[in-house]
């Protein structure tokens, strides 16, 4: 009789953990979920979205849990993708995201080993591009790889950081199967709304349907490396299937500024000119910016074999087409007004 492998996700209800959850039950997996709280505001919708997905209680703050939780689901594959992972919310909050998204990564490898799975139980460790930081870019068009310099200029790029290299040590120290996926910015339907993806998104369906006059952003000029998060958790999955333990970047190798996001979104609803609808709010500033992130996922694509599907357009496009669903959804079927 097949072993029917068990996969334990931290951060189960986040964007990536949707996407991954639903990838690894189409693969037969028994899936469990890390959920801190029995009052989680995201629990109920989630349930209903994904009645497969059995949940366990523990906080990736609270080391004892986490052992607990280990050794009562004794998983084959550990996806650790729980983090306070918005880059301007840890500004404001530095010390909260240092110990949730740095010091909760150590806590999820040593909940592994204390609980005797080292050498069974096999670990993806979400690292971000955000250790990066954009500064030292002497690379024009190659973009960032596993051997590039990190420079992370903001307390979550930090946080990430020590999550990184201490998630390094133990694969080193004790031989445990832990693998970094460094994801450059990846999106989608299941985004959050504090992000400018799916705040602009968001916006662009609601103004497209009366429901909204404007929207206010930042600055617009940075570049970014935008992926589908379905694409990127199949490359979370792919890692723990490989041989040996690495660092891999995930990214689509090319950049696109938000306003070339803005450009893509009001398109999607028959709007050419979206400088109309978008306002200057200079609290969405932040102290630090990264001006560009571009990746180079050449060494995944080579050895993992991996590839992203949906382009650009395609995850624009998506965002959009899901937020419409929702807000007409939210009052009840409203007429489309003509908006271009």
């Not at 190659?142 to 950081?161: I, N, T």
């Amino acid at each position: 009789m097949t072993h029917r492998r068990t996969a334990l996700i931290t951060g189960i209800t986040g964007q990536d953990a949707r996407h991954l959850s639903e990838f690894l039950h189409e693969k037969d997996y028994d899936v469990v979920g890390l959920i801190r709280g029995q009052n989680n505001p995201r629990r109920p919708e989630f349930v209903a979205s994904r009645p497969y997905v059995r949940l366990v209680e523990g906080d990736v703050t609270d080391p004892v849990s986490l052992v607990r939780v280990v050794d009562a689901v004794g998983p084959d594959e550990v996806y650790h993708l729980a983090a306070l992972s918005h880059v301007g919310y840890s500004f404001s909050n530095p010390t909260l995201t240092s110990v949730v998204t740095g010091q909760g990564a150590l806590n999820i490898l040593e909940a592994v080993r204390l609980a005797g799975l080292s050498s069974t139980t096999r670990i993806y460790q979400a690292s971000s591009s955000e250790m990066f930081g954009g500064l030292d870019y002497n690379r024009p068009g190659k973009g960032y790889d596993e051997d590039s310099l990190f420079h992370p200029r903001s307390p979550y790029g930090v946080a990430k950081l020590t999550a990184h290299w201490i998630a390094r040590n133990y694969r080193e120290s004790y031989g445990m199967f832990v693998s970094c996926g460094i994801a450059f910015n990846h999106e989608g339907e299941h985004r959050g709304e504090e992000f400018v993806t799916r705040k602009i998104s968001r916006a662009v369906a609601r103004i497209h349907l009366g429901l909204q006059d404007s929207i206010d952003l930042g600055v617009l000029w940075p570049k970014r490396d935008w992926g589908y998060a379905g694409d990127y958790v199949r490359g979370m999955w792919q890692m723990l299937q490989h041989d040996q333990p690495d660092d891999f970047v995930l990214a689509t190798g090319e950049t696109r500024s938000i306003e070339e996001f803005l450009d893509a979104a009001f398109a999607r609803i028959g709007v050419d000119d979206w400088h109309p609808y978008v306002r200057l709010d200079e609290s969405l500033l932040r102290p630090a910016e990264v001006d560009i992130l571009l990746g180079n996922p050449a060494k995944a694509e080579s050895v993992l074999g991996w590839r992203r599907e949906v382009d650009f357009e395609g995850l624009v496009d998506r965002m959009v087409s899901a937020d419409l669903d929702r807000e007409r959804a939210r009052v009840g079927g409203v007429t489309e007004p003509a908006t271009a």
